[in-house]
């Protein structure tokens, strides 16, 4: 006989199952949407110039990471004729972290200056969906904070209205 699971078990369970594969808490409804949407404006203003893989696993020392979304020089790839990636060996140009409703900013402050920046990554972006604000961080210089206005990431040349990132 099957036990029958309250929603609070399920969704612990599932919690745990998501915190564990991705070594993140667990994303919400604005996150995804947030996450959509930069996809959304980074394809249709740079696609030509760049890559926005999402959910990447990066091989990264010493430990791996699956950043929101990666910046990379723009791919080619045949799907029929590649080799599939799994983890990705080269490092990104930027990436992308949104933050969880239970993810400190900090931890993601010090997973860009030990583990992303180390192996090559030029700059990170930490969007703060309550703030509506994303913060660019590069290695050596001080954290921009963007809450209005255009965001813009020197290492990629990107810019972004903030207001039409948070349009969701």
Request: charged share 25%.
């Amino acid at each position: 006989m099957m036990k029958d699971y309250s929603q609070n078990e399920v969704d612990d369970y599932l919690e745990t199952d998501y915190e564990t594969e991705r070594g993140k808490p667990l994303p919400s409804l604005d996150h995804s949407l947030i996450q959509a949407r930069l996809s959304q404006l980074l394809l249709n203003n740079y696609g030509k110039q760049y890559s926005f893989p999402s959910e990447l696993d990066l091989e990264l020392a010493p430990k791996g990471a699956t950043p929101d979304l990666c910046v990379y020089p723009k791919m080619k790839r045949d799907p029929q004729v590649d080799e599939p990636v799994i983890k990705m060996k080269e490092p990104p140009i930027a990436v992308v972290e949104i933050i969880s409703p239970k993810q400190a900013l900090d931890d993601i402050t010090e997973k860009a200056r030990l583990r992303y920046f180390p192996n090559g990554v030029k700059t990170v972006w930490i969007v703060i969906p309550s703030f509506k604000a994303i913060v660019l961080v590069v290695p050596g210089l001080n954290t921009t904070y963007f809450n209005k206005g255009e965001f813009y990431d020197p290492a990629t040349n990107i810019k972004l209205s903030i207001e039409e990132v948070f349009d969701i």
